[in-house]
């Protein structure tokens, strides 16, 4: 009872005001400010992120940056047919490099329909680089100026520019079940068992506050996709082309649009705006319209919406640099304004206002997000469906006759390929409280909670989701070797860091939040005032009356709920079923139905430990 009562009381916050920890010292003065482009803000803009990526041959290894996370595991997601690996990424030229390859890995994955771990493998190699839980924004304006990988008649690839709110960790599916994609800040019944931090709930663990519904919702700046030229059915857009979208729950419940086919009328969002200047051929993307999140138990069944469009690119964007920007301005603490504008190379593409989310009552995001860059590679993105006729698409793997038939044209000779990064730039409104700097601020805490449930945010074996930023310590020859002699000198074979630089290799620039925010509830203290005794029995009373109810509910939650764990496991039985992503189209097909998909594959360290 001590410890519900501590837990209920205790609220670590963390927050900042942008000074100069987190900028690139490599990122010159005049690009320390920006005027927005949305139209009639008139607010001045200064930069708190950079990262110029200029130190040739830095590595984002957990535990060598301040700024990123490159992760090291298996990616059971969206049909993924990669494995993420720190070793495809690094600093080349000037640019942040993620390379994606032919090779193989070996993991252990459930075979759910015998009940029995085997050995599995996966072809492809990649990487995904992740800010979570060390920099993180609500509101400002994002740019990143890249390079697209890959030939872009070719499909396959999918390299994306996104960010995703801070309670939910990208590839870790036990921490992103009942928080991806939630921006809900109602008390709604129906939807109250989906949403893990709903909006009904009176107490508040974790320093959550009461009655204020959380989740993670995401925002995608930039998802390519290769391909032929042609036409495709009820769009404009042909391929190569590129998804910027709005991620949010709750969803669209029943006559959901079909994929491939317009919406019908009054059955989904309207008033989003597009593109209307020359040369910009912006639509609706008919191709993804969202997210099911199918559970055993059908009251925990939710529904995600994706407000997408499709801008169609030419070959330039395969081999120059281009600038992918978003303009988020968050919605107040009522869930109420806000938009979100997409740019690229300063011309305005797509926009989502409040007013739009009024059909579900979602709120334009005001999480705490982080920042991703990432190549995958998934049988659900610009791969063939329904599958080729004399495949059965159980294997992909190139080289290999019985494995090749499921791949797009020619996908096998696009590899290796680079995603390159010239620059990533985050700038905020100056003196605007809705501009927030920390991946747990006073409005939107996340630490504690993140802390309560690590395990759903690591790999099983870790003992921690993050390992802290080593200062040194790498095995050096020369000063050379040591931040590429900027960064730090060798000492005795040793790596030593100069102020303001980090890494075991001193090869980052050192990254933080210049005023970190903290601020600890009092405890309630008990001996500060003396209460009756019969009040005390009578207050004993209520509270364990309380405390049933409460266990109660939680005994009917786990017994209904088998697929949910604070372990970040995942069980043998499958967690939930969501929709796939966009499949490459067949041309002017007829009426091509939603499709259904399950994790086939499940990382071994993530399965067993139920709640």
């Known amino acids: 009872m001590t410890a519900f009562i501590f837990a209920a ?189 709903s909006a009904c709930q009176k107490v508040h663990h974790y320093g959550l506050y009461p009655y204020m519904g959380r989740g993670a919702p995401e925002i995608d700046v930039l998802e390519a996709m290769g391909g032929a030229p042609g036409k495709l059915p009820h769009t404009p857009i042909q391929r190569p082309y590129f998804s910027t979208s709005l991620q949010i729950a709750p969803g669209i419940r029943n006559n959901r649009p079909q994929v491939g086919n317009l919406p019908p009328e009054g059955h989904w969002y309207h008033g989003m705006e597009y593109s209307e200047e020359d040369g910009n051929t912006t639509g609706l993307n008919p191709f993804f319209y969202g997210v099911t999140l199918v559970h055993k138990q059908k009251s925990y069944t939710y529904q995600s919406d994706a407000l997408s469009a499709n801008t169609q690119i030419g070959a330039s964007h395969f081999s120059d640099y281009h600038t992918y920007r978003v303009e988020w301005e968050p919605s107040d603490a009522d869930g109420k304004g806000g938009y979100i504008k997409w740019y690229s190379d300063d011309k305005f593409l797509y926009g989502i206002n409040a007013q739009v989310l009024n059909f579900t009552g979602a709120a334009i995001p005001n999480e705490p997000m982080y920042l991703l860059i990432n190549t995958a590679v998934s049988s659900d993105w610009g791969f063939p469906k329904p599958c080729p006729e004399f ?44 501009h927030e700097l920390g991946c747990s601020t006073e409005s939107h805490p996340t630490e504690q909670f993140i802390k309560g449930h690590e395990k759903r945010y690591m790999e099983k074996g870790q003992k921690q989701p993050l390992l802290n930023v080593q200062n040194g310590g790498g095995t050096c020859d020369s000063d050379e070797d040591c931040g590429s002699g900027n960064g730090g000198r060798c000492t005795r074979n040793v790596c030593v860091c100069n102020e303001g630089n980090t890494g075991p290799m001193c090869m980052a620039y050192a990254g933080f939040d210049d005023n970190p925010f903290s601020h600890e509830d009092g405890s309630l203290t008990l001996s500060s005032f003396v209460l009756p005794g019969g009040f005390i029995g009578f207050a004993a009373i209520v509270i364990m009356g309380l405390v049933a109810v409460l266990i109660k509910d939680v005994v009917m939650k786990k017994k209904h709920e088998s697929t949910k764990n604070t372990n970040g496991t995942v069980s043998p039985s499958p967690s939930y079923y969501y929709q796939g992503k966009q499949s490459m189209p067949q041309p002017l097909a007829a009426n091509p139905q939603q499709k259904v998909v399950t994790y086939c594959m499940i990382d071994g360290k993530l399965v067993g430990d139920n709640e």
């Open 9 to 197: 009381a205790e609220i670590l916050l963390t927050n900042s005001t942008a000074l100069a920890g987190w900028i690139d010292p490599d990122t010159q003065l005049k690009f320390r400010s920006a005027k927005p482009l949305t139209l009639g803000d008139n607010r001045e803009f200064t930069l708190v992120f950079s990262d110029e990526f200029e130190r040739e041959g830095r590595t984002f290894r957990d535990g060598d940056d301040p700024r990123w996370t490159a992760i090291d595991k298996n990616d059971y997601t969206n049909a993924a047919l990669h494995f993420y690996s720190s070793e495809n990424v690094k600093t080349e030229n000037g640019a942040l490099n993620i390379t994606t390859t032919l090779k193989t890995n070996s993991y252990v994955a459930f075979d759910e329909d015998k009940k029995i771990f085997y050995t599995d493998k996966k072809h492809i190699q990649s990487a995904m680089l992740q800010g979570w839980n060390k920099f993180c924004i609500t509101g400002g304006i994002v740019e990143f100026r890249a390079k697209l990988p890959g030939k872009p008649q070719i499909g396959g690839l999918w390299p994306a520019l996104w960010m995703l709110g801070n309670l939910a960790r990208a590839s870790y599916v036990g921490s992103s079940d009942y928080m991806w994609p939630w921006s809900y800040n109602k008390c709604d019944k129906l939807n109250q068992l989906s949403q893990e931090i």
């Open 391 to 434: 495949c059965d698409c159980e294997c992909y793997e190139c080289g290999n006759p019985d494995c090749e038939c499921g791949f797009p044209d020619d996908f096998c000779s696009n590899f290796p390929n680079q995603f390159e990064v010239d620059y990533v730039r985050v700038y905020q409104a100056v003196n605007d409280s809705k």
